[in-house]
Structure formats: C-alpha cells, structure tokens
C-alpha cells in the first residue's frame, strides 16, 4: 500500500520569503501522480500543483514548484515571495496512475505566513 | 458553473442515531469520493464510486455505506452513529474519461458532530 509522509506539522515564513514544504512517500509503482493541495481556513480542498511520475521535469505553477526526486521518493514544495493567503493547511497526495484513482494523503502541514 | 455541493455544511446529532450526507455534483463526472478528515490523519477515503450502481470500500469504511443510483449524487449514510465518526466530511468527483488530467474537485465539507 501506499504512504505518504509530511515530516513537517507547522511551519511559519515571514512575508515576501521562501519557504519548502516536505513530502516522502512509499510505493513499488513506477507509473504515478503526486499532488499538493490547499486548505485554507474556508476548508475548501484546492489542487495547487500536480506532478506526473514519468516526466523528469520539475511541475511550476507561478509562485508554487515542486522538487521532485523520484528516486527517492520525495516530492518537496516550494513557495516563492509567500503571501498573507498562503496561510492554510498543505497536503501532500499520491495516485497511481491507470489504477483506482483514489488519493492518499499525507497528515498534512499547516503554513502561516506572518507580515 | 459546474460545481459540487454537499449538505448539511453542518450537523449535530446523537449516538445511534442513521445520519445522511448528500453530495451533489453537475460536471456529469463518473468518479466520485467519501474523505473523512481529522486531525492528525489528514483525509482518509471512505467509500468511491466509478459510476452508477458501483460502489467500493475504501480505507475506513465500517459503518459508513453509499449508493449510486444516478450519476450527479453519492449520499453518504452513517447507519449507527458513534462518536468516533464525528469528523469532517469531503465528498470529490473526478472525470476517468479525460486521461491527460485526472484532478479531484472537492465540495465544500459537512461538519458532522456526534454526541
């Protein structure tokens, strides 16, 4: 079965900074997707960034990148220049690909960003 | 716009009492999914559906079921309820036939309290 691992329960970065959320995780697949979503204080689950396993190349949405080392099986996230909405709950989640597509996620990190 | 809706948002019942949750989704998505989440798990899937009359067990099923008699709606029952069930619940839906991009949307979440 699969797991996923966030090491980090809370974290905090001051405004304007960087910051790299963690995330390990188990499989014996070769074939499959990694996610991050976000819950903000309203609770709504939103999918920040999205990494398919076969492709070498690291997933960039805007401010958000992933570091992905499949060898290891790590699949960090990155937060360029944080902001006061990016103060929220962050998981990490695997799917395997051509399977069931269910999600496990990992326990999650809560992020504040402070002024 | 397409969305998905859960209700109640909120709900406080009592032990033993047979509790439904409903979820409603107009993306015509065949997938759907039951994440219970707590603290210190993260999400964990209750129950999915692959469309209309399929149901599956997931990784925390026992005294939860579902049924799917159509495609826009997966109720979720708790049919005793214990106090270990309160929690908050998500319902996802995702669409297996676009194969480049397999996102799960969420709803909003039902805050279940079982006294």
């Known amino acids: 079965a699969q797991t996923v691992t966030q090491s980090q329960p809370e974290m905090s970065v001051q ?10 995780y188990d499989t014996s697949e070769n074939n ?8 903000p204080p309203s609770r709504q689950m939103i999918l920040v960034i999205r990494q398919e396993a076969y492709k070498q190349q690291n997933a960039t949405e805007n ?8 060898a290891a099986k790590s699949f960090s996230l990155k937060i360029s220049d ?7 709950m962050y998981f990490c989640a695997f799917m395997f690909q051509g399977g069931s597509e269910k999600l496990v996620f990992g326990k999650g990190t809560k992020l504040t960003v402070n002024p | 716009d ?11 019942t009592e032990t033993g009492r047979q509790v439904t949750l409903a979820c409603h989704q107009t993306w015509n998505h065949n997938n759907m999914f039951w994440y219970r989440q ?14 209309v009359q399929d149901t599956n067990k997931g ?8 049924s799917r008699s159509n495609t826009e709606d997966l109720p979720l029952t708790l049919e005793s309820a214990a106090s270990s069930q309160t929690s908050v619940y998500f319902c996802a839906s995702s669409d297996s036939r676009d194969l480049t991009y397999n996102e799960q949307f969420f709803g909003p979440g039902t ?5």
């Open chain 1, 15 to 24: 405004e304007a900074e960087t910051v790299t959320l963690s995330c390990t």
């Open chain 1, 63 to 70: 401010r958000f990148s992933v570091n992905f080392q499949k």
């Open chain 1, 32 to 39: 499959y997707y990694l996610f991050w979503y976000k819950q």
């Open chain 1, 82 to 88: 944080s902001q006061l909405g990016d103060t929220a």
């Open chain 2, 59 to 66: 990784e925390v099923s026992d005294g939860y079921s579902v």
């Open chain 2, 111 to 115: 805050r279940l309290t079982v006294l």
């Open chain 2, 38 to 51: 707590d603290l210190g798990h993260g999400l964990r899937l209750i129950h999915y559906s692959y469309g």
């Open chain 2, 2 to 12: 397409a969305e998905i809706t859960q209700s109640p948002r909120h709900k406080i």
